[in-house]
């Protein structure tokens, strides 16, 4: 049993540490090494009043508007690791294990919440707001993994930006703690990192604490000493040490080499654990720019590569980077859940699994293909780039298909 959450690194940093007045967001989703991760976009949408939304494993009510949203989600599940909404929020989430043992039963997952909050939040506290609501309302719990034979279950801690600003919320059971940031370079992990600064709670979260006897009252309020079970709280030292040495320079380069890095175990290669895909989004502070959000829907960024999206009306769906869809007939629906496994494949991560054993087994091709990839990789960073320096308003025409064509590209090299 997967008894330690994934080692998931998300990152943040704002200006001065990051360049040209842009907030710069990254994740590296780190599951089960055979887990297949797509890219979903799903554009706005009104819905009747009373009408409900089916969530992995439960279902609530709907609310009247929902906002666009780019996903990399686990291809099994309703929720995501982490995406971005129209109005420029990004939300990625970290499993945690807290001294409070996870729910077995099904209510909302962490990666439900991500998505939840992006769908209704028009801002990083609205998303904020959006999550500790729901977790009051339905908890959280239910199976992490697409495993039939063992319930893996985390509590929830999660990074939540915009333009502005961003939170670190965590989570145990439905109480939550959160904290504000505007300035440096942040990295959260698969453990606690709030300790005496905190800005929101739960109203009961410190009587709730004292009850447990937990916490005496007397001393400074720690959230992570006193929710932590006793080896658990240590900062992600190496993820922030990795980003801090770009000094003043944290641009969308900067934030992929730090996800690619394996050294610093940023970049998560292990027995039980891979880095299944990677985010990297550019938040402009000048609201008149667009947000411009990298994405692999491959493994292992180290041998993947990122490719942009910006939302537009109309945009180009991608369905060679989305799994099947099996409907009602899904194992992941049907109870008991997960008794056999479908092939959730699709067409980018089959090409890119032939591209793996390349730069496995042939070095000479496998560095060729890697140059290529990665000179593909640099055109669109430099071509996003000029759209975020350039005075003239974005024609939404000249990027309608960008992360279709980036992948359709990349598709072509593999074959």
């Known amino acids: 049993r997967m008894a330690a959450a994934p080692p998931s690194y998300c990152f943040v940093a704002f200006p001065p540490c990051s360049k040209d007045g842009l907030v710069v967001f990254g994740k590296n989703s780190a599951r089960p090494r055979d887990e297949v991760q797509e890219v979903v976009y799903f554009a706005a949408a009104d819905h009747d009043p009373g009408s409900k939304v089916e969530c992995t494993y439960i279902e609530i009510e709907q609310v009247p508007k ?28 970290e499993a945690v294990v807290t001294r409070e043992p996870a729910s077995e039963s099904e209510a909302l997952l962490g990666m439900d919440l991500v998505r939840l909050g992006l769908e209704r939040g028009a801002t990083a506290k ?66 606690l990192s709030l300790t005496t600064k905190i800005d929101a709670e739960h109203p009961e979260l410190r009587n709730y604490v004292k009850s447990q006897g937990w916490w005496n009252g007397d001393s400074d309020f720690n959230f992570s000493e ?5 080896d658990g709280h240590l900062a992600c030292s190496s993820g922030r040490e990795s ?24 970049c998560v290669d292990s027995e039980s654990f891979l880095t299944t895909a990677s985010i990297v989004s550019v938040l402009p502070q000048d609201p008149s720019f667009p947000c411009v959000h990298y994405f692999t829907g491959t493994p292992d960024p180290s041998r993947s590569i990122f490719k942009p999206f910006i939302f537009v009306d109309d945009v180009k769906l991608v369905p060679k980077v989305q799994s099947p869809s099996f409907g009602n007939d899904d194992p992941a629906k049907k109870i008991p859940r997960f008794q056999e496994k479908p092939d959730r494949r699709h067409e980018l991560y089959k090409a890119h699994e032939w591209a793996r054993s390349l ?30 320096t350039r005075t003239e308003v974005l024609d939404p025409a000249e990027v309608v298909d960008l992360f279709y064509d980036c992948v359709d590209t990349e598709l072509k090299f593999f074959k």
């Not at 239910?142 to 985390?154: A, K, L, M, Q, R």
């Not at 006193?226 to 006793?230: G, H, M, N, Q, T």
């Open 66 to 93: 929902t906002h666009a949203v780019v996903l990399s989600r686990p291809s099994w599940l309703w929720g995501a690791e982490m995406g971005a909404n129209e109005h420029g929020v990004c939300v990625a989430n």
């Open 126 to 191: 609205e998303a904020l707001d959006v999550i500790v609501t729901l977790l009051e309302e339905h908890g959280q719990g239910g199976n992490y993994y697409e495993d039939g034979s063992s319930c893996h279950t985390f509590q929830s801690a999660f990074l939540i930006v915009d333009r502005n600003e961003a939170w670190i919320l965590e989570t145990s059971g439905k109480y939550w703690a959160a904290e504000k940031i505007t300035e440096g370079v942040k990295c959260i992990c698969n453990q």
């Open 226 to 230: 006193v929710f932590s079970l006793a």
């Open 243 to 266: 980003l801090e040495k770009q000094g003043g320079d944290v641009s969308a380069q900067a934030m992929i080499d730090v996800l690619r890095d394996k050294d610093s175990g940023v």
């Open 359 to 388: 730069l496995e087994n042939d070095q000479d091709k496998g560095q060729k293909l890697m140059r290529i990839m990665l000179d593909l990789e640099k055109q669109g960073l430099e071509a996003m780039e000029d759209i975020l």
